[in-house]
T-cell receptor, first 111, second 122 residues
């Protein structure tokens, strides 16, 4: 059973806005633990995209934004570009597991 | 700039052990933690464990029970992951990643190494 659940895939045309959900529970996101997001291109190391729910590291375009509410979090990508085609993962801490967990991952396809 | 250089790919037989290294440069090693994350073929990212490079405190996923040992050598600015009793399911790409954030519970993976491929096969 997955601790953080994401949709397997989302798609959009160039320029459109897409959102990726990350649904958790009362032992992770719902408990107030921060959510972080990563972009993972095949054959490369994952890249930190959003940390502490809605903070962008230096160099990450402001097209990427994050939010958290209740037991869920979301990553939004606006002005979708071909280079955004990748896998995206959320990550948080889970108190029942006493460890960090990743979401199930979402593949973003640019049509 | 911050760099994490990981050791080379290895092929191991079931039941064996493997020790991976992750050499850090470009920052003060003891001021940050280090995470270990792996990705099996076709699977999601999986968190394995964490070491506070300053005081050596470690945490790990319960999934790995007694099979995992995470250490660090401050003189070499290097973190290590040792996994024992290897199984075919341990075949994966193993990443180290510098921990961001002030606390273990709020930590995230700020900078990643390029990964080490471990293949477990008889």
């Amino acid at each position: 059973q997955s601790v953080l659940t994401q949709p397997p895939s989302v798609s959009g045309a160039p320029g459109q806005r897409v959102t990726i959900s990350c649904t958790g529970s009362s032992s992770n996101i719902g408990a107030g633990y921060d959510v972080h997001w990563y972009q993972h291109l095949p054959g490369t190391a994952p890249k930190l995209l959003i940390y502490t729910n809605n903070q962008r590291p230096s160099g990450v375009p402001d097209r990427f934004s994050g939010s958290r509410s209740g037991t869920s979090a979301s990553l939004a990508i606006s002005g979708l570009q071909a280079e955004d085609e990748a896998d995206y993962y959320c990550q948080s801490y889970d108190s029942s597991l006493s460890g960090h967990v990743f979401g199930t991952g979402t593949k973003v396809t640019v049509l | 700039q911050v760099q994490l250089v990981q050791s080379g790919a290895e092929v191991k037989k079931p039941g064996a052990s493997v020790k991976l290294s992750c050499k850090a440069s470009g920052y003060s090693f003891t001021n940050y933690a280090m995470h270990w994350v792996r990705q099996a073929p076709g699977q999601r990212l999986e968190w394995m464990g964490w070491v506070n490079a300053g005081n050596g405190d470690t945490k790990h996923s319960r999934k790995f029970q007694d099979r995992i040992t995470i250490t660090r050598d401050t003189s070499a600015s290097t973190a290590y992951l040792e996994l024992s009793s290897l199984r075919s399911e341990d075949t994966a790409l193993y990443y180290c990643a510098r921990g961001g954030g002030p606390l273990y519970y709020t930590s995230y993976m700020e900078v990643w190494g390029k990964g080490t491929t471990i293949t477990v096969s008889s």
